[in-house]
Protein backbone atom coordinates (compact mmCIF):
# COMPACT_ATOMS: atom_id res chain seq x y z
CA UNK A 1 0.00 0.00 0.00
CA UNK A 2 1.22 3.33 -0.69
CA UNK A 3 0.09 6.22 1.74
CA UNK A 4 0.48 9.99 0.97
CA UNK A 5 0.10 12.63 3.98
CA UNK A 6 -0.76 15.98 3.45
CA UNK A 7 -2.07 18.92 5.45
CA UNK A 8 0.62 19.95 7.40
CA UNK A 9 1.61 23.55 7.99
CA UNK A 10 2.56 26.33 10.52
CA UNK A 11 0.34 27.50 12.87
CA UNK A 12 -0.12 29.30 16.09
CA UNK A 13 -0.70 27.95 19.61
CA UNK A 14 -3.84 27.12 20.02
CA UNK A 15 -4.61 26.66 16.68
CA UNK A 16 -6.14 23.58 14.36
CA UNK A 17 -4.44 21.29 12.19
CA UNK A 18 -6.47 18.53 10.08
CA UNK A 19 -3.70 15.96 8.25
CA UNK A 20 -4.66 13.60 5.98
CA UNK A 21 -3.47 10.18 4.64
CA UNK A 22 -4.66 8.79 1.47
CA UNK A 23 -3.73 5.12 0.67
CA UNK A 24 -3.40 3.17 -2.75
CA UNK A 25 -2.40 -0.09 -3.87
CA UNK A 26 -4.32 -2.32 -1.62
CA UNK A 27 -7.85 -2.99 0.11
CA UNK A 28 -7.68 0.01 2.39
CA UNK A 29 -10.15 -1.16 4.72
CA UNK A 30 -7.82 -4.14 5.67
CA UNK A 31 -5.29 -2.10 7.58
CA UNK A 32 -5.19 -0.91 10.93
CA UNK A 33 -3.96 2.79 10.70
CA UNK A 34 -1.88 5.31 12.56
CA UNK A 35 0.24 8.43 13.19
CA UNK A 36 3.30 8.80 14.75
CA UNK A 37 5.41 12.26 14.59
CA UNK A 38 8.97 12.79 15.28
CA UNK A 39 10.94 15.74 16.14
CA UNK A 40 14.22 17.10 15.14
CA UNK A 41 17.16 14.29 17.24
CA UNK A 42 14.16 12.82 18.38
CA UNK A 43 12.60 9.36 17.67
CA UNK A 44 9.62 8.62 16.05
CA UNK A 45 6.94 8.33 18.14
CA UNK A 46 3.49 6.99 18.39
CA UNK A 47 0.43 8.89 18.06
CA UNK A 48 -2.60 7.72 17.54
CA UNK A 49 -4.02 4.44 15.78
CA UNK A 50 -7.34 3.33 14.83
CA UNK A 51 -8.66 -0.38 13.75
CA UNK A 52 -9.61 -1.42 10.21
CA UNK A 53 -13.34 -0.03 10.13
CA UNK A 54 -13.21 1.94 13.14
CA UNK A 55 -14.45 2.81 15.78
CA UNK A 56 -11.94 1.28 17.88
CA UNK A 57 -8.73 3.70 18.16
CA UNK A 58 -6.02 4.17 21.03
CA UNK A 59 -4.04 7.71 21.67
CA UNK A 60 -0.66 8.63 23.13
CA UNK A 61 -0.67 10.71 26.38
CA UNK A 62 0.00 13.32 25.79
CA UNK A 63 -1.49 14.61 23.25
CA UNK A 64 -5.21 12.43 24.38
CA UNK A 65 -7.55 14.82 24.58
CA UNK A 66 -6.39 17.36 21.63
CA UNK A 67 -6.20 14.88 18.88
CA UNK A 68 -8.64 12.82 16.93
CA UNK A 69 -7.89 10.16 14.62
CA UNK A 70 -10.56 8.74 12.13
CA UNK A 71 -10.99 6.85 8.53
CA UNK A 72 -13.44 7.61 5.84
CA UNK A 73 -12.79 3.57 3.74
CA UNK A 74 -14.85 4.56 0.87
CA UNK A 75 -12.38 7.77 0.74
CA UNK A 76 -9.39 5.29 1.39
CA UNK A 77 -8.05 8.50 4.01
CA UNK A 78 -7.50 8.13 7.44
CA UNK A 79 -7.53 11.44 9.58
CA UNK A 80 -5.95 13.50 12.43
CA UNK A 81 -7.46 16.64 13.72
CA UNK A 82 -5.36 18.47 15.81
CA UNK A 83 -6.52 20.97 17.89
CA UNK A 84 -5.10 23.20 20.85
CA UNK A 85 -1.99 22.60 18.91
CA UNK A 86 1.26 23.24 21.62
CA UNK A 87 4.28 24.31 20.85
CA UNK A 88 5.87 20.66 21.80
CA UNK A 89 3.27 19.21 18.54
CA UNK A 90 6.31 20.61 16.26
CA UNK A 91 7.35 17.71 14.50
CA UNK A 92 7.21 15.56 11.20
CA UNK A 93 3.93 13.93 11.53
CA UNK A 94 3.90 10.15 9.40
CA UNK A 95 1.13 8.13 8.89
CA UNK A 96 1.27 4.10 8.77
CA UNK A 97 -0.58 1.39 7.76
CA UNK A 98 -0.24 -2.09 9.25
CA UNK A 99 -2.00 -5.68 9.33
CA UNK A 100 -3.11 -5.56 13.17
CA UNK A 101 -3.78 -3.32 15.22
CA UNK A 102 -0.99 -4.06 17.33
CA UNK A 103 1.65 -3.58 14.15
CA UNK A 104 0.77 0.89 14.23
CA UNK A 105 1.61 0.90 17.79
CA UNK A 106 5.29 0.66 17.65
CA UNK A 107 7.60 2.55 14.57
CA UNK A 108 9.82 -0.81 14.27
CA UNK A 109 6.33 -3.08 13.72
CA UNK A 110 5.19 -0.48 10.62
CA UNK A 111 4.49 -2.55 7.52
CA UNK A 112 4.29 0.93 5.43
CA UNK A 113 5.15 4.54 5.78
CA UNK A 114 4.18 7.79 4.38
CA UNK A 115 6.01 10.51 3.17
CA UNK A 116 5.29 12.40 6.14
CA UNK A 117 3.93 15.94 6.54
CA UNK A 118 5.76 19.30 8.64
CA UNK A 119 3.91 20.55 11.49
CA UNK A 120 5.51 23.57 13.02
CA UNK A 121 3.53 25.19 16.01
CA UNK A 122 4.47 28.78 16.90
CA UNK A 123 4.49 30.39 20.27
Known amino acids: VQLQASGGGLVQAGGSLRLSCAAS????????MGWFRQAPGQEREFVARIMYSGPVTNYADPPKGRFTISRDNAKNTVYLQMNSLKPEDTAVYYC?????????????????WGQGTQVTVSS
Open 25 to 32: GRTFSRYA
Open 96 to 112: AAGPSFESVAVADRVAY
